[in-house]
């Protein structure tokens, strides 16, 4: 089975940009999670879409959304872009219909505001 | 809240060294735990998990085991190589409500000499 994708892999943008970043999951997932990697946060938890609704979310400005198609694949959204949004964006994927599954992750996004 | 606590790194050793990279954690009920391991510029590859109390999880050469009584899940493997330099991450998904939502200590960067 082919994993998660991400695309694209890297992106720089300026302040007050927006950003659109796209997942794939493993073929059968249902369950797409996104997370944000960065030195001084570590890895916080975005939100957790299924079956194209969004099931859970972090704690995260409403400048950062999220939806998933009837494919399952999810894109996540960042409008006006702070330099503060600069990290690695992750997703994950996962069969579990009751989000206590395991979850297998993507290459990233790797995202630079300049 | 639910929260997981890594050793600070960086964690180094000579090739053929034993390691261990200690993980309590803080969540109601019975989590899954997970160790994640992140070579430079990828995702989060899983390297092992348990689901309950007293679970060994092992992969390539890795353990960690459950212990309820101690809130730990600390990683060991008998000899380390030098392709095991990575950041390691430790990770529970809670037992109840925050569906997709992983929960990661702060990481611990292994470098292996040889």
């Known amino acids: 089975k082919a994993g998660v994708t991400q695309t694209p892999r890297y992106l720089i943008k300026t302040r007050g940009q927006q950003v659109t970043l796209s997942c794939s999951p493993i073929?059968?997932?249902?369950?797409v999670s996104w997370y944000q990697q960065t030195p001084g946060q570590g890895l916080q938890f975005l939100f957790e879409?299924?079956?194209?609704?969004?099931?859970n979310k972090g704690n995260f400005p409403g400048r950062f959304s999220g939806r998933q198609f009837s494919n399952s694949r999810s894109e996540m959204n960042v409008s006006t872009l702070e330099l503060g949004d600069s990290a690695l964006y992750l997703c994950?994927?996962?069969?579990?219909?009751?989000?206590?599954?395991?979850?297998?992750f993507g290459p990233g996004t790797r995202l630079l505001v300049l | 809240g639910d929260s997981v606590t890594q050793m600070e790194g960086p964690v180094t050793l000579s090739e053929e060294a034993f390691l261990t990279i200690n993980c309590t954690y803080t969540?109601?009920?019975?989590?899954?735990l997970f160790w994640y391991v992140q070579y430079p510029g990828e995702g989060l590859q899983l390297l092992l998990k348990?689901?309950?109390?007293?679970d060994k999880g092992s992969n390539k050469g890795f353990e960690a085991t459950y212990r309820k009584e101690t809130t730990s899940f600390h990683l060991e493997k008998g000899s380390v190589q030098v392709s095991d330099s990575a950041v390691y991450f430790c990770?529970?998904?809670?037992?109840?409500?925050?569906?997709?939502?992983?929960?990661f200590g702060q990481g611990t960067t292994l470098q292996v000499k040889p």
């Open positions: 879409y299924f079956s194209e609704t969004q099931r």
């Open positions: 073929s059968g997932h249902r369950s």
């Open positions: 969540a109601t009920g019975y989590p899954s």
């Open positions: 990770a529970l998904l809670p037992y109840s409500g925050n569906t997709g939502k992983l929960i």
């Open positions: 348990a689901t309950k109390a007293d």
């Open positions: 994950a994927s996962s069969s579990s219909t009751s989000g206590k599954e395991t979850q297998y």
